[in-house]
């Protein structure tokens, strides 16, 4: 029997599903940061693999590791070495992006799988787990494996080493990589022998937050401490060993007194960002809001038609409106996994300004308080706008719902854009936008800001 394997793309996906119903698929992942393969015969999936990549609690919640979500081979196609190739070629990928170990779950009943496990040299460990949308518990064991993971990148490590030495003298060394992904890496390492964290960037365009690091210096906005900044790489602080900081959490977006810090960041940055000489060299996300896109929409989004020729027939109305509230600078990338937190919670800062550009303050409201709970959501605007209200002894209401009213339809637009822009598969982030483009709320507010 001739045997291939082939990573799972959109239309591999749905035959899997055809074959072995909604509730693999499910197990199936497909975005960044993850890898699912098939084993192919004659064009039909006979097994499968997904797996997945996330943080690991704290207090090592920088370090990420890979998760074997489902692993299946047809019965007749067992005992043929599927399973151990499909998990081998796994382990290569987890690697190959830096990662410490690789595990997985599997319940009682799959004893046949133990022997497979234990060759390929995983340690096993009984474990109940918790079933909620059945109420029931189910007995099994996890595996896991630490892994050794190579530096498959030697250029990457000698192109670091090269540009720092241009600015300074002191050494990098010991590099272990933590992710790498669309030409910017991320390397533990040790600079000048202290415990650093480096990262390069292999594409001039994600070279801008080197510049972003240089412009929040230079204006008095809080960073993590960075050591040397060069042409192609940044060497930063390394948080995990900080004895005054620590990364964020998933429980940070229910903390009230982190959501108040987070308000003091977000607020001096809005503040500070609003006058620099370098406001208008950034990127604005809804200038990528083109009647080449609105028409690359059309294209790809029939259905919401009626939707994208109004936006096109009032194009020039539309794109003006874009540009009338005052900008300053925006993070644009809120998420729990990109900002650092004081150990006593009196102050919390972002990292990570890939993304960050000009826009509207309230759009990273937007963004901020879409992942918080309700309290920490309201802690944070009245924070924000106690400390407003106290600068400028007046309120941002008027500003905000011209603001709104933009954002509430350039934003949808703007991530249907991204959506459907350089990405093979869908985004699940996308689909409430996709839904209200097709469903005409979306038309309905455009119609309401334009006429």
């Not at 292999?202 to 960073?223: C, K, S």
């Amino acid at each position: 029997m001739k045997i291939s394997y082939q990573e799972i793309n959109a239309n591999l996906l749905e035959n899997i599903a055809i074959k072995y119903g909604e509730v693999a698929k499910n197990h199936i992942h497909t975005e960044d940061d993850s890898y699912s393969l098939a084993a192919m015969h004659d064009d039909v999936p006979i097994g499968f693999i997904s797996t997945y990549t996330r943080n690991l609690d704290a207090p090592i919640g920088e370090e990420r590791d890979a998760y074997i979500d489902i692993i299946e081979v047809d019965d007749a196609c067992k005992r043929m070495g599927i399973a151990t190739e499909l998990v081998k070629r796994t382990e290569a990928w987890a690697m190959k992006n830096g990662l410490l170990q690789i595990r997985a779950w599997s319940s009682q009943d799959k004893t046949e799988a133990i022997p497979m496990w234990r060759n390929l040299g995983y340690g096993l460990c009984p474990a109940k787990i918790w079933l909620e949308r059945h109420n029931i518990a189910v007995d099994g064991y996890y595996v896991v494996k630490q892994l050794n993971p190579i530096n498959p990148y030697p250029h990457v490590t000698k192109c670091i080493k090269q540009d720092l030495q241009e600015i300074s003298p002191r050494a990098i060394h010991d590099f272990r990589l933590i992710r790498a992904k669309g030409g910017v890496y991320v390397y533990k390492c040790r600079y000048d022998n202290i415990p650093a964290v480096v990262k390069h960037f292999e594409n001039e365009d994600d070279r801008r937050e080197l510049l972003n690091y240089r412009i929040l210096a230079q204006h008095g906005i809080p960073t993590i401490k960075t050591y040397a900044i060069g042409k192609t790489s940044l060497v930063m602080e390394d948080i995990s060993v900080s004895e005054d900081w620590r990364l964020g959490v998933a429980e940070d977006l229910t903390d009230v007194d982190v959501a108040k810090s987070l308000a003091h960041w977000y607020f001096k940055f809005h503040e500070n960002g609003a006058n620099i000489s370098e406001l208008d060299t950034l990127f604005f996300e809804f200038a990528q809001i083109t009647v080449e896109n609105l028409q690359m929409l059309l294209k790809n989004l029939p259905e919401a038609q009626a939707m994208f020729d109004f936006l096109l027939v009032h194009y020039d109305k539309f794109h003006k409106m874009i540009f009338q509230p005052a900008f300053t600078m925006t993070y644009n990338d809120f998420y729990w996994s990109n900002f650092v937190v004081r150990k006593d919670k009196k102050a919390a800062m972002m990292f990570d300004y890939n993304l960050m550009g000009k826009g509207y303050r309230l759009s990273d409201f937007r963004n901020v308080c879409w992942s918080m709970s309700d309290e920490a959501k309201k802690t944070f605007q009245d924070e924000y706008h106690r400390q407003y209200i106290e600068k400028h002894n007046n309120t941002r209401t008027e500003a905000e719902k011209l603001e709104t009213r933009i954002d509430d339809v350039a934003g949808p637009v703007y991530a249907l854009i991204v959506a459907y822009t350089g990405k093979e598969n869908f985004p699940n982030w996308a689909e409430g936008h996709k839904k209200e483009a097709v469903d005409g709320s979306l038309l309905s507010k455009a119609k309401q800001l334009l006429l």
